[in-house]
C-alpha cells in the first residue's frame, strides 16, 4: 500500500506519536509528512525537544526521523499498539475506498490489507473469498449485486470506524 498523506489523515483521525512511529516504519507515513505533523504539532503548543528536532528536520536528515519517532512514541503500550493497528487499518481502508476509481483491483487491495493486518474479523464481510456470515448466498445474484454488496459492506465499516476514529477538534495530533 502507497503512504497515506497527512491531509488525508488529519482530516479523519488524531494520531498519537506512537501511532504515528507506526506508521512511518510501515511506510504508510512518508517523513515529510511527519515533519509536517510536528510543525502543526508545535503550533498547537506541543514543546517537547524531539517535536521540535522533527520539525526542523530537512530532506538530508531523513536518517534521523524513525529515531526521532521512537523516542516520542516510547511510552506506547501493547494496549496502544493494538489500537494503533485498527486506526491504521481504518486509515488503509479509507484511502483505498476514496481511491478505489484509480485502482484496477480495489478488492484486490482489500485483500492483501486484510492479510497484512491478520485478517480481522470486522474486515472479513467485504473480502471477496471469505464465505458470506449472514443468510446472503452469492450464487443467488448477479456478479455486480455481489461486487454492490461487498462495497456496500466496506462502506459500512468505513462509517462505523469514522465515528470510533473522528477527529474531536481541529487538532489533528495529539501528545
Known amino acids: 500500500m502507497r503512504p497515506i498523506p497527512w491531509t488525508f ?3 479523519r483521525t488524531r494520531l498519537s506519536w506512537g501511532e504515528v ?3 512511518y516504519h510501515n511506510h504508510w507515513l512518508i517523513w515529510s509528512d511527519v515533519i509536517e ?8 503548543g506541543e514543546e517537547a525537544t524531539a517535536v521540535v528536532e522533527l520539525a526542523g528536520l530537512s530532506k538530508s536528515d ?27 487499518l481504518y486509515l488503509q481502508l479509507a ?4 481511491n478505489r476509481l484509480t485502482i484496477d483491483d480495489p478488492l484486490g487491495e482489500v485483500e ?6 491478520d485478517y480481522p474479523e ?3 464481510s467485504f473480502v471477496r473469498y471469505m464465505p458470506a456470515s449472514d443468510e446472503y448466498d452469492p450464487s443467488m ?5 455481489n461486487l454492490l454488496r461487498l462495497m456496500t459492506k466496506w462502506e459500512g465499516y468505513l462509517e462505523r470506524c469514522a465515528i470510533i476514529f473522528a477527529v474531536p477538534s481541529q487538532t489533528a495530533l495529539k501528545p
Not at 62 to 88: C, F, H, P, Q, Y
Not at 95 to 98: A, G, K, S
Not at 141 to 145: G, I, L, N, P, R
Request: charged share 30%; hydrophobic share 45%; aromatic share 8%.
Open 62 to 88: 531523513v536518517s534521523m526521523v524513525g529515531e526521532l519517532l521512537d523516542r516520542l512514541a516510547n511510552n506506547s503500550t501493547d494496549e496502544d499498539n493494538i489500537e494503533a493497528k485498527a486506526k491504521w
Open 141 to 145: 445474484h448477479s456478479a455486480d449485486e
Open 122 to 124: 470486522d474486515v472479513a
Open 112 to 117: 492483501k490489507i486484510y492479510a497484512d493486518f
Open 37 to 44: 505533523m510536528a510543525c502543526d504539532s508545535l503550533l498547537d
Open 95 to 98: 484511502w483505498l475506498f476514496e
Open 21 to 23: 512511529a507506526l506508521g
Open 9 to 11: 489523515i488529519c482530516s
